[in-house]
């Protein structure tokens, strides 16, 4: 691995090594006394996470894999750890597998340093995701259009980003196909990954919104509407509006913090169940749906908080 | 081994270790301790205020009538049951079913103010967009994600046979 032949970015490899502030454990003792080499920090949404490495050459792909709003930073305390036992080359005589850990717990065990990139991209995204201060993460897609915010929360492979495509080609502004990130009053923030549409079911390139020929969003929007809108070949928009009590309850559905923080949870979500209409149902295909979600947007009076 | 049968004791709203939020008529309740979320609607809400532990179930819907809640003994009983089973009340113990309660469960059903709607509140990882194939295989078994992995989100994670990781199906 020691070739270094994944990037040619510059990362500090001098830093102190990374360590994490809870109780230490037997299995977290015995993979501190592994010879960690170096470490990068990384900060995002009010919280840290430390990285450590058995080999500096890893950092710099570890930084190019860092998720949408995370920079690395000076060293300082860390809410999470996250560890990488660096394997050998594929074509070395004695193959040694790469680990990744987070805190004591396996995440990955692989010969191929790629997943382990994919596998630590997709943890620490979540970890923060997690750990936010002051925010809350949704899994939802997000646009803006006229001043408020449209919100479709939904599990993986229900269509969000395609409807959010939809909507993008239909004049509205890109927040997110990923994460609804909402502030304490309710209000949206811009999560600005590059969109992963998928083709047949298969996850394709990431584009960027700006590809698609589409603004992205820089300030906080009030939500106006969610929808709950699961793809189904062959059906029609038809929603049914939910009371406050059960938006809340299908927001909660895509919170990734109610278990960690469930009060501050419970009274954003109420926040946005509170200002917007919410709607459930299944569609058809994303342009049709789209439009008839702008439509509907705009006909929703403003609330006044 | 035989336990003894519990005596019946008028029915109590549990508040420990629970989060509670009025959303208009109805009410949000957050468990702590099991991560469950129930939304009652507004009759069940005005039930399950009026257990105070020393009112009997006629009593209750007394007491939620009072409030607001028009229900009568049949319709408290089915709540009561209801919220028996989401762990919001102790102390009820139900009358064993009896034959009209099919129609009773029909009529209940058409109005929705009885209704105790729950849910166990999802991991970051259950909420989370997808699994990673490479996490997947090295989840144990008993823990797979059942999240579509991400790589190919037409498979799922989840236990393989008898084999001692999860991987993608």
């Given at each position: 691995m020691g070739s270094g032949h994944f990037y040619d970015a510059t990362v500090r490899t001098d830093l102190p090594l990374p360590s994490v502030r809870v109780p230490p454990t037997p299995c977290l003792d015995k993979l501190n006394r592994v010879s960690w080499t170096a470490g990068v920090y990384v900060r995002a949404y009010g919280c840290t996470i430390g990285i450590r490495t058995t080999?500096?050459?890893?950092l710099p792909a570890i930084v190019q894999h860092l998720p949408t709003g995370a920079r690395t930073s000076a060293p300082r305390g860390t809410d999470h750890l996250v560890s990488w036992v660096v394997g050998s080359d594929a074509d070395s005589r004695l193959r040694r597998f790469h680990i990744l850990y987070a805190g004591a717990q396996r995440l990955v065990r692989t010969f191929d340093p790629n997943e382990v990139l994919r596998v630590l991209a997709h943890h620490v995204e979540l970890a923060v995701a997690e750990m936010a201060v002051g925010r809350l993460f949704l899994h939802a897609g997000v646009v803006g259009w006229k001043g408020r915010a449209l919100v479709i929360p939904g599990?993986?492979?229900?269509g969000k980003s395609s409807l959010v495509a939809a909507l993008l080609a239909q004049g509205a502004t890109y927040y997110s196909d990923e994460y609804a990130v909402l502030d304490s009053s309710g209000q949206v923030r811009p999560y600005p990954r590059a969109l992963h549409l998928r083709d047949r079911g298969e996850l394709g390139e990431a584009v960027p919104a700006a590809t698609l020929g589409a603004r992205t969003g820089r300030t906080p929007l009030p939500v106006g509407l969610v929808a709950m809108a699961r793809y189904h070949e062959?059906?029609?928009?038809?929603p049914r509006a939910l009371s406050p009590g059960r938006a809340v309850m299908a927001l909660l559905a895509n919170s990734i913090s109610i278990r960690k923080k469930p009060a501050r949870t419970l009274a954003t979500l109420e926040c946005v169940a509170r200002g917007a209409v919410t709607l459930e149902g299944t569609r058809g295909e994303a342009p049709a749906t789209a439009a008839r979600l702008l439509e509907t947007l705009e006909r929703i009076p403003e609330v006044t908080p | 081994v035989r336990r003894p049968l519990d005596t019946a004791r008028p029915p109590l709203a549990v508040r420990d270790d629970l989060i509670v939020r009025e959303i208009d008529s109805e009410v949000l309740v957050y468990?702590?301790?099991?991560h469950r979320a129930h939304c009652l609607g507004p009759l069940a809400a005005a039930i399950w205020k009026a257990c105070?532990?020393?009112?009997a179930v006629a009593a209750v819907a007394e007491a939620a009538s009072r409030a607001g809640a028009l229900v009568d003994g049949p319709a408290a009983e089915l709540v009561l049951r209801r919220l028996r089973r989401a762990r919001l009340v102790s102390g009820f113990r139900p009358s064993p079913p009896d034959p009209h309660r099919r129609a009773l469960l029909r009529q209940a059903a058409a109005a929705a103010g009885l209704a105790v709607f729950s849910m166990a509140s999802p991991t970051a990882l259950q909420a989370a967009s997808c699994t990673p194939g490479g996490q997947c295989v090295a989840m144990p078994n008993s823990q797979c994600s059942g999240l579509p992995c991400?790589?190919?989100?037409?498979?799922r994670c989840t236990k393989q046979g008898n084999a001692s990781r999860c991987d993608c199906n």
């Open positions: 080999d500096a050459a890893v599990p993986s492979h229900s062959g059906s029609t928009w038809e | 468990d702590r301790k099991r105070d532990g020393t009112r991400c790589e190919s989100p037409a498979r």
